[in-house]
């Protein structure tokens, strides 16, 4: 309470009428339990009289619904259900008591809700004049370095600007900021971004963050996906947006307008980062409600894959009540496999249909069947790429007319455009594979041809290689990108001033103010290289004349991710000139730092060197069992698929059939 007069003020607190506090303080924290239900009242005295507040009371609600029991279990600091009487014209908080206010919003405004067999009422908003406006600022919540908010959005009608879901004007403003983006900006922070909800659904819209100090952590999830992400080591600016409080659907990106035209139900404002479990469990209960059997919703992914001493990683997820157990069956058998995400050695035996079973308390669901199989690489430099376990690599060596770069790594095809030539002389010396090209022109027009590829699903790495084959037609505009990501943060390999390499990483001004050194020949195959550290970026430049050169610059990188809006040769930003125009050939990515030998050796494979083929170990199921051919080494066998390895000198390539019995076993051809 706020007390004038002439000081000293003593201040005594009762509950009930009996005395529970007394002393300067003007303020009084209680737990929220059920002991502190009552009735306050403050009496302020000094040396001239005293004067009594009106009573304040305190009473608890009893969660009606699953879902709202949940909620209040993560103890929010504000929680809206918009089920009170709008003729009052008082949005009611049921968790710290920031009531606010409906603002040009009429009884028959409030409609059905967003939560499944739940009574509460969402609000049908104009895009007009209907907002909410809050007592709450979330300047407090971020000074602490953490927070969370989140409700259930159905966006309606046509985008026409940027409209506000939820949040304080100038310091974290979330919205649709585009016909086919929803993005929160945070002043100091930037953007997180991703894609818009499909129209005329209800879609549970969070974003959570998190600064200690150092690395901050910004995600935006869409139901219970992560949909962005901005990973940074500058904090929201804690003291921005003073002026402005919590509004939903309107006023959010500026003081006054971007009013949103659809329903928003249920927002709530948590005190620390829900983590994705959290958001996961509280989707499912608001979309199906607390008993509902399993649902797949994202079914696992196959694919052909080059054989290598990597891993490839199924998932699944499922709808319904928590907790779930997965199962994973390869041709109908169970394995030792368990849980949403696994990872599986590239293996001769992991080859085959694979299924997930996923059961909770309520019933089971099996997953569509994902087929792994393997390609044998068609070339030296082919073989050895394989080799280092790219995380995508796409060759663009598909024939006139392909749809789709075919990619070996992780099974992730890049889309052409109708504007990439296919089918032209590659890169790769002693090597048929061809290469495309790109025309440079700005996206909208019709000669458009940057390669968008939706997500390369690598996520966050704290060390990255990217490279590619260029042969540049004419200067190109700075800071174009030739192997990019700009879903969650913006990082990659591009073109600088003078056409020479450069890089951004994070988009921090520390990356892309660098410049390498390392111009691109004009009208000549070149290789480039990107590597980055924790500690350093490294860029390499192999020439037409057989040099391979390098530029370092020692320089702090923290974490950043590779997911959605992954670009080759250019970038889908609306009028920007950042095109390439030229011919690209064999870009490929590597979630780890690639060796300046190993960069070496595949300019040399690129060069036309000799490098060996790595050994093909060829199975076959018979009646007689699985039986396993090759045609040169010694087969090895291992308990593990890291070893320890023990060769079988007596196994013949023309044929070794695999002994049965209980347990796993890795096999291997190592060459003589």
Same mark, same amino acid.
């Given at each position: 309470m706020d007390v004038y007069g002439t000081q000293p003020i003593i201040v005594t607190w009762t509950k009930d009428g009996t005395e529970i506090a007394s002393g300067l303080e003007t303020t009084l924290d209680v737990f929220c339990t059920a002991d502190a239900a009552g009735t306050y009242v403050a009496t302020a005295k000094n040396s001239a009289g005293q004067d009594v507040s009106i009573p304040a009371v305190i009473a608890f609600r009893t969660p009606t619904t699953g879902y709202e029991e949940l909620v209040a279990g993560f103890a929010p600091v504000a929680f809206w259900r918009f089920d009170d009487n709008v003729a009052d014209g008082i949005v009611v908080d049921y968790a710290g008591g920031y009531d606010g206010t409906y603002n040009s919003i009429t009884p028959e405004q409030q409609v059905g809700g967003a939560i499944f067999e739940d009574p509460s009422k969402a609000i049908q908003f104009n895009g007009t004049d209907s907002y909410i406006t809050t007592p709450l600022q979330l300047n407090g919540l971020i000074a602490n370095g953490e927070f969370t908010f989140t409700g259930w959005v159905k966006i309606q009608g046509t985008w026409a600007a940027t409209?506000?879901?939820?949040?304080?004007?100038?310091?974290?403003?979330?919205?649709?900021?585009?016909?086919?983006? +929803?993005?929160?900006?945070?002043?100091?922070?930037?953007?997180?971004?991703?894609?818009?909800?499909?129209?005329?659904?209800?879609?549970?819209?969070?974003?959570?963050? !998190?600064?200690?100090?150092?690395?901050?952590?910004e995600t935006l999830y869409v139901n219970n996906h992560v949909a962005g992400q901005n990973i940074g080591t500058r904090s929201i600016n804690a003291n921005a947006g003073t002026n402005y409080h919590f509004t939903i659907g309107g006023c959010v990106w500026h003081f006054e307008g971007g009013f949103f035209t659809g329903l928003i139900d249920d927002v709530a404002v948590f005190p620390t980062a829900l983590t994705s479990d959290d958001i996961s469990l509280l989707y499912n209960v608001g979309k199906f409600g607390p008993g509902a059997a399993p649902e797949i919703e994202v079914q696992?992914?196959?694919?052909?894959?080059? $054989? /290598? /001493?990597?891993?490839?990683?199924?998932?699944?997820?499922?709808?319904?009540? #928590? #907790?779930?157990?997965?199962?994973?069956?390869?041709?109908?058998?169970? !394995?030792?496999?368990?849980?949403e995400v696994v990872e599986i050695a590239r293996t001769a035996e992991n080859a085959g249909s694979w299924t997930a079973k996923v059961t909770n308390a309520y019933g089971e669901a099996i997953s569509e069947p994902a087929v792994i199989s393997y390609k044998a690489p068609s070339s030296n430099y082919e073989a050895l790429i394989a080799s280092l376990d790219p995380w995508v690599y796409w060759r663009l060596g598909e024939a006139p007319g392909a749809a789709f770069a075919a990619e070996y790594g992780h099974g992730i095809p890049a889309p052409y455009t109708t504007n990439n030539?296919?089918?032209?002389?590659?890169?790769?010396?002693?090597?048929?594979?061809?290469?495309?090209?790109?025309? @440079?022109?700005?996206?909208?027009?019709?000669?458009?041809?940057? +390669?968008?590829?939706?997500?390369?699903?690598? @996520?966050?790495?704290?060390?990255?290689?990217?490279?590619?084959?260029?042969?540049?037609?004419?200067?190109?505009?700075?800071?174009?990108?030739?192997?990019?990501?700009?879903?969650?943060?913006?990082?990659?390999?591009?073109?600088r001033e003078n056409n020479q390499l450069g890089y951004h990483w994070n988009d921090q001004s520390f990356s892309w103010g660098y410049v390498s050194g390392l111009t691109l020949e004009d009208g000549e195959w070149n290789l480039a290289v990107l590597v980055v550290t924790p500690t350093t970026v490294t860029f390499y430049l192999g020439d037409s004349a057989g040099t391979l050169s390098n530029a370092?610059?020692?320089?702090?990188?923290?974490?950043?991710?590779?997911?959605? /809006?992954?670009?080759?040769?250019?970038? /889908?930003? $609306?009028?920007?000139?950042?095109?390439?125009?030229?011919?690209?050939?064999?870009?490929?990515?590597?979630?780890?730092?690639?060796?300046?030998?190993?960069?070496?050796?595949?300019y040399d494979a690129g060069r036309g060197g000799d490098v060996p083929v790595q050994p093909v170990l060829n199975f076959e199921y018979s009646p007689l069992g699985l039986i396993l051919t090759w045609e040169e080494g010694k087969?090895?066998?291992?308990?593990?698929?890291? @070893?320890?390895?023990?060769?079988?000198?007596?196994? $013949?390539?023309?044929?070794?059939?695999?002994?049965?019995?209980?347990g796993s076993a890795y096999y291997r051809i190592i060459k003589d």
């Open positions: 409209t506000g879901f939820y949040g304080q004007n100038d310091l974290i403003e979330f919205g649709q900021n585009s016909a086919t983006t +929803i993005s929160a900006w945070a002043d100091g922070a930037g953007n997180v971004s991703g894609a818009v909800p499909l129209a005329e659904e209800w879609a549970m819209v969070t974003i959570t963050y !998190t600064f200690d100090g150092t690395d901050m952590v696992p992914i196959g694919a052909e894959l080059y $054989s /290598n /001493n990597g891993t490839y990683r199924f998932s699944v997820t499922a709808l319904g009540t #928590p #907790p779930f157990q997965v199962s994973w069956y390869k041709d109908g058998e169970l !394995t030792s496999y368990s849980g030539v296919l089918g032209l002389d590659g890169a790769i010396m002693n090597d048929p594979d061809t290469a495309i090209s790109f025309t @440079g022109a700005l996206p909208g027009t019709a000669e458009f041809s940057t +390669i968008v590829v939706p997500n390369i699903g690598m @996520g966050t790495v704290s060390e990255a290689s990217l490279l590619c084959w260029v042969k540049r037609d004419g200067n190109q505009a700075n800071y174009t990108p030739l192997v990019f990501g700009r879903g969650g943060a913006v990082s990659g390999l591009n073109i370092s610059n020692e320089q702090a990188h923290g974490p950043t991710v590779f997911t959605t /809006n992954f670009s080759l040769g250019g970038q /889908n930003v $609306s009028n920007s000139n950042r095109q390439f125009k030229g011919l690209l050939d064999e870009p490929a990515v590597f979630n780890y730092a690639l060796t300046a030998e190993q960069v070496q050796a595949i087969l090895q066998v291992s308990p593990t698929a890291t @070893g320890p390895w023990t060769t079988i000198d007596d196994a $013949s390539p023309e044929g070794y059939i695999v002994p049965t019995g209980e």
